[in-house]
C-alpha cells in the first residue's frame, strides 16, 4: 500500500492531502533543498531592500513606499505555501485540514488580489511622477499613498473572503487528494461533487473585474507615459524614465500572466503538473525576482546598499 492510500485510509475527513510538486520529482530531497534556498533567498532579499527604503533618507518617496509594500506582501506570500510544504516534506505528512486550507487559500488570495491593485497604484505613481513632475508632491502625499496601500489591502481582502467563503462551502464527496502544493481555488473546486460551472462563471467574471481594473490603469498610465518620454528633449531623462518604468513593467507581465493562466482560461486548458509548474513560477520565483529587479536595475537602491555596507564596516573597524 502507498503512502498516499494509507494516508487517504487514514485521514480525518474533514482533511485534505495535498499530492504536491515532491510527488512528480524524480530527486525530491534535492528539489526540498532548493526551494528551502530559494525560500530563504526571497526572504533575505525581500527583507534587505525594506530595510533600505525605510533607514535611507533619499528612499523615503511615494515609489520606494510602494516599492517596501510590494516586498512585504511577496515576503507574506511565498511564507503562506512554502514552510507548510517544506515542513510536510520533512515530516513525511501530506494532509491539511478543512480549516487550515480555507485560511491557506484567504491568504493567498488576498495577497494575491492585494497585489494586482498594488502594481496599478505605482503605474499610476509613475504617471504622476513623469508626467506630471511638478504637482507630484501634492498628488503623491504621504497621506494619498497610505489610502492607495489602504485600497489594495481592502480589494485583496474581499476578493479573498468571497472566494474563498463559497469555495470551502461546496461539499466535497470526491476524493480527498488535491492534486496541488496548496489549497488554491482551482484545484479544491475539482473535488466538488456538485455541478460548480456557474460558480466556475462567477468567478471568472471576477477574476476578469480584478485584473481588468488594473490592466487598464496600468495600461493608461503607460500609454501617457510613452508618449511623454517621447517629447523629452533629454536622452538622460528618456533613459532614467524608461529604466525605472520597464521595472515595473517586467513585475507586472510576470504577475499578470500567471494569474490570467491560473483563473481566467477554461478548465480545458489547465492540467495538474502544469497548474503546478505556473503556480511556482509566481508563487516561489516571482517573490525572488521582484527585489532584483528594482535592486539592479536601480543606481538609487544600490547606492543606499554600499551606503549600509559601508556604515557596517565603518562600525566593525570601530570594534576592533
Not at 24 to 41: G, R, Y
Not at 87 to 107: H, R, T, W, Y
Not at 175 to 190: D, G, L, N, T, W
Not at 284 to 303: A, E, Q
Amino acid at each position: 500500500m502507498d503512502n498516499n492510500s494509507w494516508m487517504a485510509n487514514h485521514t480525518a475527513p474533514s482533511d485534505f492531502i495535498l499530492v504536491g510538486i515532491f510527488s512528480q520529482s524524480q530527486h525530491p530531497a534535492l528539489l526540498c533543498v532548493v526551494i528551502f534556498m530559494v525560500f530563504l533567498i526571497a526572504l533575505s532579499g525581500n527583507s534587505i531592500l525594506i530595510l533600505l527604503i525605510y533607514s535611507d533618507a533619499h528612499l523615503h518617496t511615494a515609489m520606494y513606499f510602494f516599492i517596501s509594500q510590494l516586498s512585504f506582501m511577496d515576503m507574506m506570500y511565498i511564507s503562506v505555501t512554502v514552510p507548510k510544504m517544506l515542513i510536510d516534506k520533512v515530516m513525511d505528512i501530506n494532509k491539511i485540514s478543512a480549516p487550515e486550507c480555507g485560511v491557506q487559500m484567504f491568504l493567498y488570495v488576498t495577497l494575491a488580489g492585494s497585489e494586482f491593485f498594488l502594481l496599478a497604484a505605482m503605474a499610476y505613481d509613475r504617471y504622476v511622477a513623469i508626467c506630471h513632475p511638478l504637482h507630484y508632491p501634492i498628488l503623491m502625499n504621504h497621506r494619498v499613498c497610505l489610502f492607495l496601500v489602504s485600497g489594495c489591502w481592502f480589494l485583496g481582502s474581499v476578493d479573498g473572503f468571497m472566494l474563498t467563503s463559497i469555495t470551502m462551502t461546496f461539499p466535497f464527496c470526491r476524493s480527498r487528494e488535491i492534486q496541488h502544493f496548496f489549497c488554491e481555488v482551482p484545484a479544491v473546486m475539482k473535488l466538488s461533487c456538485l455541478d460548480t460551472s456557474l460558480y466556475e462563471t462567477l468567478m471568472y467574471l471576477c477574476c476578469v473585474l480584478m485584473l481588468l481594473i488594473p490592466v487598464i490603469v496600468i495600461s493608461s498610465s503607460y500609454t501617457f507615459i510613452i508618449l511623454t518620454i517621447y517629447r523629452m528633449n533629454s536622452a538622460e531623462g528618456r533613459k532614467k524614465a524608461f529604466t525605472t518604468c520597464s521595472s515595473h513593467m517586467t513585475v507586472a507581465i510576470l504577475f499578470y500572466g500567471a494569474a490570467v493562466y491560473t483563473y481566467m482560461l477554461p478548465s480545458s486548458y489547465h492540467a495538474p503538473e502544469k497548474d503546478m509548474v505556473v503556480s511556482v513560477f509566481y508563487t516561489i520565483l516571482t517573490p525572488v525576482l521582484n527585489p532584483l529587479i528594482y535592486s539592479l536595475r536601480n543606481k538609487d537602491v544600490i547606492g543606499a546598499l554600499k551606503k549600509m555596507l559601508k556604515v557596517g564596516s565603518v562600525f566593525q573597524e570601530t570594534i576592533k
